[in-house]
């Protein structure tokens, strides 16, 4: 997806002091997720803060709860981070997001998630390299993706490895980083600089 910077991005001397306190305190979470603590005491400038943060900033009053929700799941969720970054990665494939796919590679590897992995994750559940279990997950983020639901047999499987709050945190992780492409998407959030490419196709 290409929309090419449709909604540019709040720079830092356009914040209000409520959104720059509120864009500050996503710093630390990233660089967490990115396994880089070093990176949380960066400026406060266009490339220590997350480009989708800086558009969805245009909406300073929904920023605030959905900041609070997306901190919640990725930082406080039941599911591992190996396991959340496998279905985040496959809902921006899906999707064609390039910049959520471009984040997620780092913060996938940070994860414990291996190259090779990531890059069958482009290729999908029917790649013969997966263990049952992670199969199992990429089937449901395409399912969920398709048709909002999962199958029976996809479930069952679940239901057999995971707990009640991981079941429900699944369509949470896919649903939240769908929306998320779609953001990106929409208003053509710019890619930042050295973030790995979008798969052009599976295979």
Same mark, same amino acid.
């Given at each position: 997806?290409?929309?090419?910077?449709?909604?540019? =991005?709040?720079?830092?001397?356009?914040?209000?002091? +409520?959104?720059? #306190?509120?864009? @500050?305190?996503?710093?630390?979470?990233?660089?967490?997720? %990115?396994?880089?603590?070093?990176?949380?005491?960066?400026? %406060?400038?266009?490339?220590?803060?997350?480009?989708?943060?800086?558009?969805?900033?245009? !909406?300073?009053?929904? /920023? $605030?709860? &959905?900041?609070? &929700?997306?901190? @919640?799941?990725?930082?406080? $969720?039941?599911?591992?981070?190996?396991?959340?970054?496998?279905?985040?990665?496959?809902?921006?494939?899906?999707?064609?997001?390039? &910049? #959520?796919? +471009? !984040?997620?590679?780092?913060? @996938?590897?940070?994860? +414990? *998630?291996? =190259?090779?992995?990531?890059?069958?994750?482009?290729?999908?559940?029917?790649?013969?390299?997966?263990?049952?279990?992670?199969?199992?997950?990429?089937?449901?983020?395409?399912?969920?993706?398709?048709?909002?639901?999962?199958?029976?047999?996809?479930?069952?499987?679940?239901?057999?490895?995971?707990?009640?709050?991981?079941?429900?945190?699944? =369509? &949470?992780?896919?649903?939240?980083?769908? /929306?998320?492409? /779609?953001?990106?998407?929409?208003?053509?959030?710019?890619?930042?600089? $050295? *973030?790995?490419?979008?798969?052009?196709?599976?295979?």
């Amino acid at each position: 997806m290409t929309n090419a910077e449709r909604l540019r =991005p709040l720079r830092p001397d356009e914040w209000s002091p +409520g959104v720059r #306190e509120q864009l @500050a305190g996503t710093r630390d979470s990233v660089a967490e997720m %990115e396994g880089d603590r070093a990176h949380a005491d960066a400026e %406060e400038d266009a490339s220590s803060t997350l480009n989708i943060l800086c558009t969805i900033a245009h !909406h300073p009053t929904l /920023m $605030g709860p &959905f900041l609070g &929700f997306a901190s @919640a799941l990725a930082m406080r $969720g039941v599911l591992s981070r190996r396991v959340s970054e496998l279905l985040a990665l496959r809902a921006a494939w899906n999707c064609r997001s390039a &910049f #959520e796919w +471009g !984040h997620h590679v780092v913060f @996938a590897r940070a994860a +414990g *998630l291996e =190259p090779d992995e990531i890059q069958r994750i482009a290729v999908g559940p029917d790649h013969p390299d997966w263990s049952e279990e992670d199969r199992l997950l990429l089937r449901a983020a395409d399912e969920l993706h398709a048709r909002q639901d999962l199958s029976e047999s996809t479930w069952s499987g679940l239901r057999r490895q995971l707990s009640d709050a991981q079941l429900v945190e699944i =369509p &949470f992780v896919v649903g939240q980083y769908t /929306m998320l492409s /779609m953001v990106a998407n929409a208003t053509g959030v710019p890619v930042e600089a $050295g *973030l790995e490419r979008l798969p052009d196709a599976a295979g």
